[in-house]
């Protein structure tokens, strides 16, 4: 009975900035689950490498090349992708970056980058493929946020980076209360310091890393596969009655 609400056979899953870190995870998560798997990156060779690691660990996963930042692209996808496959079931708004810098310091041009992708990108993803949702009457959205989104990080400066993901987590609320009665979940899942290449920048900062860790209760970084798992719940049916939740994914980070 519980263990088959996780079966995504038939499902058709699309994660942005899926090529690799925690997108490749999710990939390979839902792949497991049974979903058919679209991989949406803006770097071709990212998401051909990720689609390699896919077919090294025994699934297939599909490519599609998309800038998240421009809207008449992702609106082209999400219907090319639709009339391809009848319908997207699952999409995990994934592609973001992140800089380090005082805000003093900040140029509009950084502000406006980190804006477009982490903010206005996973708009323009949730509105084009939570259309297809919605005429479908069902689908789930998951959108990566950050405990940034919750709290203050320091000592790095990343007012731009915090200010996004907080953003993130208000727009799930919001497209969660306008879907949730015709079918279409919204949710975000917050992690804290996951080891991917942009989080070991900072990992190599002595300084840095003492403070994470000290403010972490497990006094560990995560692992792409501790947020994969989490997004594969609520892509399944065994969270059928959530929406508009942040998960947070912390160590207990939060806590304190």
Excluded at 26 to 51: M, N, T, W, Y
Excluded at 115 to 120: M, R
Excluded at 220 to 233: M, N, T
Aim: negative net charge; contains cysteine.
């Amino acid at each position: 009975m519980y263990l088959e609400k996780y079966d995504l056979s038939n499902r058709t899953a699309v994660i942005t900035g899926g090529g690799r870190n925690i997108g490749l995870a999710c990939a390979r998560a839902l792949a497991e689950a049974g979903a058919r798997i679209i991989i949406a990156e803006i770097d071709h060779q990212v998401a051909a490498s990720g689609q390699a690691e896919m077919r090294e660990a025994g699934f297939e996963a599909e490519i599609v090349q998309l800038d998240v930042t421009r809207p008449a692209d992702v609106t082209a996808a999400a219907d090319q992708i639709v009339d391809k496959h009848g319908g997207v079931d699952i999409l995990v708004c994934n592609a973001g970056i992140a800089f380090n810098t005082p805000a003093e310091e900040m140029t509009d041009e950084e502000w406006l980058k980190v804006i477009d992708i982490n903010l206005n990108g996973v708009f323009w993803c949730c509105r084009a493929f939570g259309r297809h949702m919605l005429e479908a009457g069902r689908g789930s959205i998951i959108n990566i946020g950050s405990m940034s989104g919750v709290i203050s990080n320091k000592p790095q400066p990343q007012s731009h980076y915090n200010a996004s993901k907080a953003a993130v987590h208000m727009l799930t609320k919001s497209l969660a209360g306008e879907w949730a009665a015709r079918g279409v979940r919204v949710n975000s899942v917050a992690p804290t310091y996951i080891e991917t290449e942009m989080t070991r920048r900072g990992m190599s900062n002595p300084e840095w890393l003492a403070t994470w860790l000290d403010m972490t209760p497990m006094h560990r970084v995560g692992q792409p596969p501790e947020i994969a798992s989490v997004v594969l719940f609520l892509a399944s049916d065994a969270s059928s009655l959530m929406t508009g939740s942040i998960v947070i994914v912390d160590g207990g980070y939060t806590c304190w």
